[in-house]
Nanobody, 114 residues
Framework: EVQLVESGGGLVQPGGSLGLSCAAS????????MSWVRQAPGNGPEGVSA????????YYSDSVKGRFTISRDNAKTTLYLQMNSLKPEDPAVYYC???????WGQGTQVTVSS
């Protein structure tokens, strides 16, 4: 059974930083591209970042490029998203996803407020 468990969300002031983690199990993590997707209230899902199975290839949406960094530790079967310089438009539920699949985690809430 595929399991994706996100953690690390919370409340941060504008300009602050948060680091998200996604613990994965139930599939061959090291062979699988992974993504982070966010969804704000009233909006559809937005793919913000993705990483290839080896970690060398990455993708960032224009809205987060230069501020967010995706990484992975295949030995720990964990996906990460480091979010810096958070903006008022970044709040959302952030989901870890097996790229191109219906497998998503339960999400973790990120709130940006002063």
């Amino acid at each position: 059974e595929v399991q994706l468990v996100e953690s690390g969300g919370g409340l941060v002031q504008p300009g602050g930083s948060l680091g998200l983690s996604c613990a994965a199990s139930g599939f061959t993590f090291g062979n699988t591209a992974m993504s982070w997707v966010r969804q704000a209230p009233g909006n559809g899902p937005e793919g913000v970042s993705a990483v290839g199975s080896g970690g060398g290839r990455t993708y960032y949406s224009d809205s987060v490029k230069g501020r967010f960094t995706i990484s992975r530790d295949n030995a720990k079967t964990t996906l990460y998203l480091q979010m810096n310089s958070l903006k008022p438009e970044d709040p959302a539920v952030y989901y870890c996803r097996v790229s191109g699949s219906p497998y998503w985690g339960q999400g973790t809430q990120v709130t940006v407020s002063s």
